[in-house]
Structure formats: structure tokens, C-alpha cells
């Protein structure tokens, strides 16, 4: 099922962006729930405030919750954390995970359309090395930014922000 989910999140569809106000929050809990149920995996969600409106074709900020989700459960075994939070004008996601992480030297090149960091990870994984890729697009589209923090054998925490709706 969540296969299905991720094939159709790294389809990248040509329907036009349909901007709308979107909560963050309430998108980013209906997946974490799904993911743990899915996955059997625990993913604990900490957020600063009931709802986070941004603006944003919700179909897609969906592609881009799940691309990260599916790494995170993909390049760990332990715990994932996501952190939803606001500023004045910024909606932040952050995903959390406490895997195996990426090399330094790597680290620029994740967002490459199918970059994958080892031949040893492509064997066991599974995967395209689309993902980031396409989730980078997504968030420029929304005119957000998108940072990833690495460390091998420590984790990776993927950031995002999106403009608020005014
Ligand atoms: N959370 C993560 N922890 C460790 N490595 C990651 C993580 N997310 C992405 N990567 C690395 O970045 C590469 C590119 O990610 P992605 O574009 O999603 O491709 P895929 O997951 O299909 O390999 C992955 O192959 C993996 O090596
Ligand atoms: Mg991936």
C-alpha cells in the first residue's frame, strides 16, 4: 500500500499547482499515523501549535511528507521524530531520523535525479534515487526552502519551509 503511495508521489504529474491554504499539521499527522500503521514503526510528532496554514497544492506537500517519511523508515531502525513549528512567516517540517546517514562528501548530491549514495544501500533498499529530487522541486514551486542535515552512523534531519498563508 505505501508502495503505491510512494509510486504515485514519485510520479511527477503535470496538473497544474492549485495553490490553496493548507495546515500543515493536520497533513503531516493524517501521514505520520498512516506511516506507523503501515510500517509498524514508532514516529513521534512535536508541534508548537494546533494548525500551520501555508500555501500550497496539498497534493503535492503530500508527495513531498511521504518522500521524506519513506527515507527516514527506509534509512533507520530506531525512532523518527517530526517537528512541525511557525515563525512570523514561515511554516517549518523537520524529519528526524537517527540511521545511517550520509556521508559529507554526498550530501550536495542527494537532490540529483537519481543520485543514490552506495551500491550497497541500492541492493538492499530498493528505490529510484527520485525521491529528493522531485521533493526539491515540489518545495521550490511553493517557494520554500529545503536543508538537509547529515551524519553518518548518527542521522539525518531533512528541514523544510514554506510561506505562510497571509
Ligand atoms: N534519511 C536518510 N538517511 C540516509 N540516507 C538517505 C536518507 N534520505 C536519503 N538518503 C540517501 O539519498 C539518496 C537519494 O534519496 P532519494 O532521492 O529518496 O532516493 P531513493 O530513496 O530512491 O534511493 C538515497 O539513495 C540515500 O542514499
Ligand atoms: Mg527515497
Avoid: C, W
Avoid at 533507520?76 to 531520523?97: A, C, P, W, Y
Amino acid at each position: 500500500m505505501t508502495k503505491t503511495l510512494l509510486s504515485l508521489a514519485e510520479l511527477e504529474d503535470s496538473k497544474p499547482v492549485d495553490i490553496k491554504s493548507v495546515d500543515l499539521v493536520s497533513l503531516s499527522t493524517a501521514l505520520v499515523t498512516q506511516f506507523m500503521q503501515v510500517y509498524d514503526r514508532p514516529i513521534i510528532l512535536h508541534k508548537n501549535s494546533n494548525s500551520i496554514f501555508i500555501k500550497g497544492d496539498e497534493l503535492k506537500l503530500k508527495q513531498v511528507i511521504i518522500i521524506f517519511l519513506d527515507n527516514a523508515i527506509k534509512y533507520s531502525t530506531d525512532v523518527i521524530e517530526v517537528f512541525l513549528e511557525s515563525n512570523q512567516h514561515m511554516g517549518i517540517l523537520r524529519i528526524k531520523d537517527y540511521g545511517i546517514g550520509i556521508p559529507q562528501e554526498e550530501q550536495s548530491h542527494v537532490f540529483e535525479r537519481f543520485y543514490r549514495v552506495d551500491k550497497a544501500r541500492k541492493r538492499d533498499s530498493g528505490g529510484s534515487g527520485l525521491g529528493l529530487a522531485i521533493a526539491k522541486n515540489i518545495v521550490n514551486l511553493h517557494k520554500g526552502e529545503i536543508e538537509i542535515e547529515s551524519k553518518e552512523h548518527i542521522g539525518t534531519e531533512i528541514k523544510v519551509t514554506f510561506p505562510l498563508t497571509n
